[in-house]
Nanobody, 117 residues
Framework: QVQLVESGGGLVQVGGSLRLSCAAS????????MGWFRQAPGKQRELVAV?????????NYADTVKGRFTVSRDNAKNTVYLQMNSLKPEDTAVYYC?????????WGQGTQVTVSS
């Protein structure tokens, strides 16, 4: 059984930084794209950032986080990261890790990020 376990969320002040991590475990042959989505109260889940197969793979970011957030991955650890800098109150949301593993989509349980002003 495949699991995605996230860590690194929390409360931070405006302008601060957080780093999210998400490790995949279980019966895994190959992980394709990995990334992060978020869902704020009363809003739909939205893409934050995604990274392709290789550690230096193609990345794609939501316009709202470009230049502030960086997605990366360590394939040896089956882990994806999200470095979030210059955080804003509108970044407050539950952040979900995503991975396509052996042609199936998996999601983490979500981690709360709260940016206080």
């Amino acid at each position: 059984q495949v699991q995605l376990v996230e860590s690194g969320g929390g409360l931070v002040q405006v302008g601060g930084s957080l780093r999210l991590s998400c490790a995949a475990s279980g019966s895994i042959f190959r992980i394709r794209p990995m990334g992060w989505f978020r869902q704020a109260p009363g809003k739909q889940r939205e893409l934050v950032a995604v990274i392709g197969v290789s550690s230096g793979g193609n990345t794609n970011y939501a316009d709202t986080v470009k230049g502030r957030f960086t997605v990366s991955r360590d394939n040896a650890k089956n882990t994806v990261y999200l470095q979030m800098n210059s955080l804003k109150p509108e970044d407050t949301a539950v952040y979900y890790c995503y991975a396509n593993i052996d042609f199936h989509d998996y999601w983490g349980q979500g981690t709360q990020v709260t940016v206080s002003s």
